[in-house]
């Protein structure tokens, strides 16, 4: 399906020879246009939607969701925390098990903003009593098979039990965090089984606190691959908890997206890379100026698929270098040409970037800074002020 992605002239920048490359260029009206799907695809109901913005990480993308009555995020970072109070989110989740000096720095921005609505997860006591005397509530994180962090979903009793120690801390219990982005990998039909006999565990767990006179106030599911799956299950419809879906890929929308969530649903990439071609070191190849300090390489290789060339296949990068095989029948690009990158995974390619380029029927309108990206200063002092 990848290398049916044709040449789009909505893609087109003119007047890039101006432009140092690898640039980050986004088109707000193709992600206004992921945003309304998504709206649409949960009935047009904003509330339903806690977007991840580990992937969108610009304030000006933030404020286009909340302009669309997008209130509820999660982020990743103390930074991205920071970053959405700023920008009139109304409630965020820090999806991260913050720990030690992390854990105070959430807290100094919770008692910052007092208007937000700040949750943290927790999965252990340890977790849970280093928020006592905090405005912030918890969800209890569970682990839904991918292993990287939770209680796992079969230990009901232990959900149950830290729901009470929530409680005996002063603390209050918001509900529960399943991330089941394991399930990325499978063919669609197989994707949506699999989420949903996890989802079927995930009930009998919200059954087993109901037997336990707890309340359950939400539960988050379903980032970008699991997002059609969970829309097809009948049982969030039916509980007795607010369930939202916490998506974030989408915004954007990269070449894994187009992969996982098939034409019929409607998303277009929002997100390039524009780089230039440096170099044709031996035939067959040429390299451009987007290493994996550009395009991430975390999805593996090929990192990205190059826009209108299914002739051209990125071959391993090294840090800012990226060559690309040309198939022999095929024309090779000019030194100094112009290619349009589109990466398998974009929230990581997009923290590698200071600015974006807003892009409008093919001219920079903008440039915006990527405002959550990397991380705050590691030494946080008493008197510091935040602007």
Same mark, same amino acid.
Request: glycine content about 8%; charged content about 20%; proline content about 5%.
């Given at each position: 399906?990848?290398?049916?992605?044709?040449?789009?002239?909505?893609?087109?920048?003119?007047?890039?020879?101006?432009?140092?490359?690898?640039?980050?260029?986004?088109?707000?009206?193709?992600?206004?246009?992921?945003?309304?799907?998504?709206?649409?695809?949960?009935?047009?109901?904003?509330?339903?939607?806690?977007?991840? *913005?580990?992937?969108?990480?610009?304030?000006?993308?933030?404020?286009?969701?909340? =302009?669309?009555?997008?209130?509820?995020?999660?982020?990743?970072?103390?930074?991205?925390?920071?970053?959405?109070?700023?920008?009139?989110?109304? /409630?965020?989740?820090?999806?991260?098990?913050?720990?030690?000096?992390?854990?105070?720095?959430? %807290? /100094?921005?919770?008692?910052?903003?007092?208007?937000?609505?700040?949750?943290?997860?927790?999965?252990?006591?340890?977790?849970?009593?280093?928020?006592?005397?905090?405005?912030?509530? *918890?969800?209890?994180?569970?682990?839904?098979?991918?292993?990287?962090?939770?209680?796992?979903?079969?230990?009901?009793?232990?959900?149950?039990?830290?729901?009470?120690?929530?409680?005996?801390?002063?603390?209050?219990?918001?509900?529960?965090?399943?991330?089941?982005?394991?399930?990325?990998?499978?063919?669609?039909?197989? %994707?949506?089984?699999?989420?949903?006999?996890?989802?079927?565990?995930?009930?009998?767990?919200?059954?087993?606190?109901? %037997?336990?006179?707890?309340?359950?106030?939400?539960?988050?599911?379903?980032?970008?691959?699991?997002?059609?799956?969970?829309?097809?299950?009948?049982?969030? %419809?039916?509980?007795?908890?607010?369930?939202?879906?916490?998506?974030?890929?989408?915004?954007?929308?990269?070449?894994?997206?187009?992969?996982?969530?098939?034409?019929?649903?409607?998303?277009?990439?929002?997100?390039?890379?524009?780089?230039?071609?440096?170099?044709?070191?031996?035939?067959?190849?040429?390299?451009?100026?987007?290493?994996?300090? =550009?395009?991430?390489?975390?999805?593996?290789?090929?990192?990205?698929?190059?826009?209108?060339?299914?002739?051209? =296949?990125?071959?391993?990068?090294?840090?800012?270098?990226?060559?690309?095989?040309?198939?022999?029948?095929?024309?090779?690009?000019?030194?100094?040409?112009?290619?349009?990158?589109?990466?398998?995974? *974009?929230?990581?390619?997009?923290?590698?970037? /200071?600015?974006?380029?807003?892009?409008?029927?093919?001219? *920079?309108?903008?440039?915006?800074?990527?405002?959550?990206?990397?991380?705050?200063?590691?030494?946080? =002092?008493? /008197?510091?002020?935040?602007?």
């Amino acid at each position: 399906m990848l290398n049916e992605l044709s040449w789009d002239q909505h893609y087109c920048v003119s007047g890039i020879e101006d432009v140092l490359t690898p640039a980050l260029v986004m088109y707000p009206d193709l992600i206004a246009a992921n945003i309304e799907r998504t709206l649409e695809l949960l009935s047009g109901d904003a509330d339903r939607w806690r977007v991840h *913005i580990k992937t969108a990480k610009l304030g000006h993308t933030l404020r286009m969701l909340i =302009t669309r009555g997008v209130r509820n995020f999660k982020c990743a970072t103390t930074l991205e925390l920071l970053v959405a109070c700023r920008n009139g989110a109304a /409630d965020v989740l820090l999806a991260y098990p913050a720990m030690g000096a992390n854990a105070c720095r959430a %807290r /100094d921005i919770a008692n910052q903003f007092q208007d937000v609505r700040i949750s943290v997860l927790a999965e252990n006591a340890e977790q849970v009593w280093q928020w006592r005397n905090s405005r912030v509530g *918890i969800f209890v994180d569970i682990n839904p098979g991918m292993n990287r962090t939770g209680i796992e979903q079969s230990q009901r009793d232990k959900v149950v039990a830290l729901t009470r120690q929530i409680a005996g801390a002063g603390l209050e219990f918001r509900g529960l965090h399943y991330y089941d982005g394991q399930y990325g990998g499978l063919e669609e039909g197989e %994707r949506t089984q699999a989420a949903h006999r996890g989802y079927d565990r995930l009930l009998e767990m919200v059954g087993e606190l109901g %037997r336990s006179s707890i309340h359950l106030p939400e539960v988050i599911t379903s980032g970008t691959p699991t997002f059609p799956c969970s829309l097809a299950y009948g049982g969030f %419809r039916r509980g007795n908890f607010v369930h939202r879906v916490s998506p974030g890929t989408l915004v954007y929308c990269d070449a894994t997206s187009v992969e996982q969530l098939p034409n019929q649903y409607g998303y277009r990439p929002a997100a390039l890379v524009l780089t230039r071609v440096v170099s044709c070191p031996h035939s067959g190849i040429v390299t451009c100026d987007a290493g994996h300090k =550009t395009v991430s390489a975390d999805a593996g290789v090929p990192t990205c698929v190059v826009i209108g060339h299914p002739e051209f =296949t990125p071959l391993t990068p090294s840090e800012e270098h990226l060559p690309i095989a040309i198939k022999e029948e095929a024309a090779s690009p000019q030194i100094g040409e112009v290619l349009y990158l589109l990466p398998r995974h *974009i929230c990581p390619t997009v923290n590698n970037f /200071d600015y974006a380029l807003l892009v409008q029927n093919g001219n *920079i309108e903008a440039m915006e800074s990527v405002s959550a990206r990397g991380r705050e200063a590691p030494l946080q =002092t008493a /008197d510091r002020t935040h602007g």
